[in-house]
């Protein structure tokens, strides 16, 4: 089976841009969670949808959203970027509670 | 945000040496993931426990689910240059269908050649 994939691997923006990165699941995976990694804060969960509902939420501002589409693919959006949204972003996608990730989108916000 | 207890933060050490690193957290889980994590890249999984007292290996990994079910331990024997990297560690409380992760604050594994 192919790994998790997220698209794209890197990106620039500036602050008050908003952005959205996308992410497809291993084949058969029904739930994508999203984690955020800083150096400061470590790996922090943002998300989780199952069957396109959003199932957990972590603690972020409502500016970080997100959805899932019928064939499992999700997407995240961060609107009104702030400098300090700069981090790697990791879609996980599991079966039976074990989460795969893929390479991450690196966002860097100027 | 919520981070587990990781120790040590980082080691050094020659190869064919073991290794060993800890999780501990204050609140109870059901499952225990350890990952490890390259420069560049994301998360791969390692190992992965679901019962209070379970130990499991994973070829030269060896890792066990603590009996409070709020630590868990790896132990990486005879290490070669390829373990070298960043070791995490996850809690899971999948209870009502919660994925969510709660990861600890990572081991830098280095060989010094």
């Known amino acids: 089976k192919a790994g998790v994939t997220q698209t794209p691997r890197y990106l620039i923006k500036t602050r008050g841009q908003q952005v959205t990165l996308s992410c497809s699941p291993i084949?058969?995976?029904?739930?994508v969670s999203w984690y955020q990694q800083t150096p400061g804060q470590g790996l922090q969960f943002l998300f989780e949808?199952?069957?396109?509902?959003?199932?957990n939420k972590g603690n972020f501002p409502g500016r970080f959203s997100g959805r899932q589409f019928s064939n499992s693919r999700s997407e995240m959006n961060v609107s009104t970027l702030e400098l300090g949204d700069s981090a790697l972003y990791l879609c996980?996608?599991?079966?039976?509670?074990?989460?795969?990730f893929g390479p991450g989108t690196r966002l860097t916000v100027t | 945000g919520q981070q587990l207890n990781q120790s040590p933060q980082s080691m050094f050490i020659q190869e064919g040496e073991d290794v060993s690193m800890n999780c501990t957290s204050s609140s109870i889980f059901n499952t225990w993931l350890w990952y490890k994590q390259d420069p560049g890249e994301g998360p791969v999984l390692l190992i992965a426990?679901?019962?209070?007292?379970e130990l499991t290996s994973n070829g030269r990994l060896a890792a066990q689910f603590g009996i409070t079910r709020k630590d868990s331990f790896l132990n990486i024997s005879a290490s070669i240059p390829s373990d070298v990297g960043i070791y995490f560690c996850a809690g899971q409380l999948t209870n009502f269908g919660n994925e969510k992760l709660t990861f600890g604050t990572g081991t830098r594994l280095t060989i010094i050649p």
């Open positions: 426990l679901y019962k209070a007292g």
């Open positions: 084949s058969g995976h029904r739930s």
């Open positions: 996980a996608s599991s079966e039976n509670y074990e989460q795969y």
């Open positions: 949808y199952f069957s396109e509902t959003q199932r």
